[in-house]
């Protein structure tokens, strides 16, 4: 089972700034539609399916991301994607766009996820077979601040 999950975009004129760039808060749209892709297409986890069965899902509690290079109107870029801590009620999800081919970082995020009940709006535990699925998948990124990853990714790429 694929542990980094890639996909490629194109970025639209209606997602950019009079300067041709992506718009800053457009890349958590890009980084999520992303990702729900990617779970859904690897995984076969369908996050709206189980919100509308089981009335569980996810809800973002917080977001960190690095804008290291523009992404440009129609341009196409990957996302990567990857589980890089769990817990009983969370999820460490990193994203991270590149240029078509991979070989330029343009931005990383990480994104922390909350499980939650839909119906009594609070938090919950993961299931059994969603510990054993985020167990199978998680590749821990060795650092613990979001600047250091960034600092990391940024010293492969010298």
Same mark, same amino acid.
């Given at each position: 089972? /694929? +542990? %980094?999950?890639?996909?490629? $975009?194109?970025?639209?004129?209606?997602?950019?700034? =009079?300067?041709?760039?992506?718009?800053?808060?457009?890349?958590?749209?890009?980084?999520?539609?992303?990702?729900?892709?990617?779970?859904?297409?690897?995984?076969?986890?369908?996050?709206?399916?189980?919100?509308?069965? /089981? +009335? %569980?899902?996810?809800?973002? $509690?917080?977001?960190?991301?690095?804008?290291?290079? =523009?992404?440009?109107?129609?341009?196409?870029?990957?996302?990567?994607?990857?589980?890089?801590?769990?817990?009983?009620?969370?999820?460490?999800?990193?994203?991270?766009?590149?240029?078509?081919?991979?070989?330029?970082?343009?931005?990383?995020?990480?994104?922390?996820?909350?499980?939650?009940?839909?119906?009594?709006?609070?938090?919950?535990?993961?299931?059994?077979?969603?510990?054993?699925?985020?167990?199978?998948?998680?590749?821990?990124?060795?650092?613990?601040?979001?600047?250091?990853?960034?600092?990391?990714?940024?010293?492969?790429?010298?």
């Amino acid at each position: 089972m /694929e +542990k %980094i999950l890639a996909s490629k $975009a194109k970025i639209r004129f209606q997602d950019c700034d =009079p300067f041709n760039h992506l718009n800053n808060s457009k890349y958590l749209d890009y980084f999520i539609n992303a990702r729900e892709d990617q779970v859904k297409e690897n995984y076969n986890l369908d996050i709206f399916e189980m919100i509308k069965t /089981e +009335k %569980i899902g996810w809800v973002v $509690a917080t977001n960190q991301i690095a804008y290291l290079q =523009p992404a440009f109107t129609m341009e196409t870029v990957t996302i990567k994607s990857q589980l890089i801590q769990f817990s009983e009620k969370s999820l460490l999800v990193e994203m991270t766009m590149w240029d078509e081919s991979a070989a330029k970082l343009k931005a990383v995020s990480w994104s922390k996820f909350i499980h939650v009940d839909i119906r009594t709006q609070s938090s919950m535990k993961h299931s059994e077979k969603l510990m054993e699925l985020f167990q199978s998948i998680v590749v821990p990124s060795g650092q613990h601040y979001f600047e250091e990853r960034c600092k990391e990714l940024m010293a492969t790429l010298k």
